[in-house]
T-cell receptor, first 112, second 114 residues
Framework: KNQVEQSPQSLIILEGKNCTLQCNYTVSPFSNLRWYKQDTGRGPVSLTIMTFSENTKSNGRYTATLDADTKQSSLHITASQLSDSASYICVVRPNTGNQFYFGTGTSLTVIP | DAGITQSPRHKVTETGTPVTLRCHQTENHRYMYWYRQDPGHGLRLIHYSYGVKDTDKGEVSDGYSVSRSKTEDFLLTLESATSSQTSVYFC?????????????FGDGTRLSIL
């Protein structure tokens, strides 16, 4: 079983609307949780990094939240733009070792 | 964008042939990683390096070897390619600023083994 599960698998929204992507994880204890954006044909790009002690982090129109008690994180996108169409990947770094646990991503499509 | 370049960007080869992918960085970062990305899977770590000549295995290292003779270059070799190694391969780098530094990824190499 994957230690990082993301939902929904895919999402279509209208331009200008808000949306929220979910990430549930079982990695414990963990050092940090990251959200990446991956455009088609490109490598992932870091959006936010939250340590286990943080519960929110913003980067422009992107806001990530973290609830370490329930082992859930969400990525909220405000006033979506066509350029937000991409895959969004949740990544958890455990406390020990050099492993990163990657979710399979949520594919977001923003339509005019 | 972080200075990270992967080559080649695309490659098609036959089963049983050796293949080497190159990752080149201009950031002087200590840590370098090789991942593969397949449908239905998150990125999976193949090998990583924590310095020149210092490498270690990731979760899917079978069939792959790596070398790092210079800070800026990290090579991934498939000694005898198999169809199961058809994938998109990403290199990533990370600086020395601690565990909370982001990884910066290259744009990937799409490898097809026929």
């Amino acid at each position: 079983k994957n230690q990082v599960e993301q939902s929904p698998q895919s999402l279509i929204i209208l331009e200008g609307k808000n949306c929220t992507l979910q990430c549930n994880y079982t990695v414990s204890p963990f050092s940090n949780l990251r959200w990446y954006k991956q455009d088609t044909g490109r490598g992932p790009v870091s959006l936010t990094i939250m340590t286990f002690s943080e519960n929110t982090k913003s980067n422009g129109r992107y806001t990530a939240t973290l609830d370490a008690d329930t082992k859930q994180s969400s990525l909220h996108i405000t006033a979506s733009q066509l350029s937000d169409s991409a895959s969004y990947i949740c990544v958890v770094r455990p406390n020990t070792g050099n492993q990163f646990y990657f979710g399979t991503g949520t594919s977001l499509t923003v339509i005019p | 964008d972080a200075g990270i370049t992967q080559s080649p960007r695309h490659k098609v080869t036959e089963t049983g042939t050796p293949v080497t992918l190159r990752c080149h960085q201009t950031e002087n970062h200590r840590y370098m990683y090789w991942y593969r990305q397949d449908p239905g899977h998150g990125l999976r770590l193949i090998h990583y390096s924590y310095g020149v000549k210092d490498t270690d295995k990731g979760e899917v290292s079978d069939g792959y070897s790596v070398s790092r003779s210079k800070t800026e270059d990290f090579l991934l070799t498939l000694e005898s390619a198999t169809s199961s190694q058809t994938s998109v391969y990403f290199c990533a780098i990370r600086g020395d600023g601690g565990e909370n530094q982001p990884q910066h990824f290259g744009d990937g190499t799409r490898l097809s083994i026929l």
